[in-house]
């Protein structure tokens, strides 16, 4: 059975399923001035969102956003790893936020269902994904990028990041970002997998802070780990470290 394309509450299948996503209409160039007309409109729908997502996380309690390649399936070891964060967060008193699709996504909130824990998703429309995976119990779809963004940091006690692609990158540099432009405060950011991790991080020392560009201290920001139970005490601490100073 086609599963279909959702755009808000709407599903949609087959010829129906449109060629470009309301991100792209938003932000693509135009010739003519007819956005003059249409832009003003889709603040509303825009507004619209940030209401849906904070109506449905406000209660939320304690979370942590999971990050991670939609590319891998179970079996492979990104995503049982992603599954052991799920139950490890759940264990530890918090929810799971992931974006919902497959990949390491599915697997933390699958772990999270195992556990019992409360498993949420927050999708985005895209022409290649097919809604929410079967292991979210709280859902939103959103439309826009910007949006869906602003939910994963307000309603996350911190971020655990597994290896991934692209949309993993922005998700992590957005949220370091923020932090060091002190946007937010006291948000632990933890990678998981210094194989992965290393060249980066690596590329982050030896040419951005070597040239002025960061500073060193910058880099500690991240915490990196191999090890699923340390990611999460990491991410414990963080809190507890916050509440003890009456944060």
């Known amino acids: 059975m086609t599963r279909g394309y959702r755009t808000g509450p709407v599903l949609k299948r087959r010829d129906q399923v449109p060629s470009s996503t309301h991100d792209q209409r938003l932000l693509d160039t135009q010739d003519s001035a007819d956005w003059l007309h249409t832009d003003p409109w889709r603040v509303m729908r825009i507004q619209s969102e940030f209401v849906d997502g904070f109506g449905t996380l406000a209660e ?21 790893a992603g599954v052991a964060v799920g139950r490890a967060l759940v264990e530890s008193g918090y929810a799971v936020i992931t974006g919902g699709g497959p990949g390491a996504m599915e697997a933390a909130n699958r772990g999270a269902v195992e556990a019992d824990g409360l498993s949420v998703g927050l999708g985005i429309e895209l022409p290649r994904e097919s809604g929410l995976n079967e292991f979210v119990d709280l859902g939103v779809n959103f439309r826009y990028f910007f949006v869906r963004k602003t939910m994963f940091l307000k309603y996350a006690q911190g971020f655990i990041v597994l290896p991934g692609g692209l949309g993993t990158l922005d998700e992590l540099f957005e949220a370091l970002t923020l932090v060091q432009t002190g946007k937010v405060t006291r948000f632990p950011i933890v990678l998981i997998g210094s194989q992965f991790w290393a060249g980066l991080l690596a590329w982050l020392r030896d040419k951005c802070v070597a040239e002025g560009m960061i500073h060193a201290d910058d880099l500690d920001l991240l915490y990196l780990t ?20 009456g944060g």
């Open 60 to 80: 939320l309690g304690p979370a942590v956003s999971v990050f991670g390649s939609a590319r891998t399936g179970p079996g492979n070891p990104i995503y049982e």
């Open 226 to 245: 191999d090890d699923v139970q340390d990611a999460v005490d990491f991410i414990v601490a963080a809190r507890e470290n916050r509440i003890g100073n």
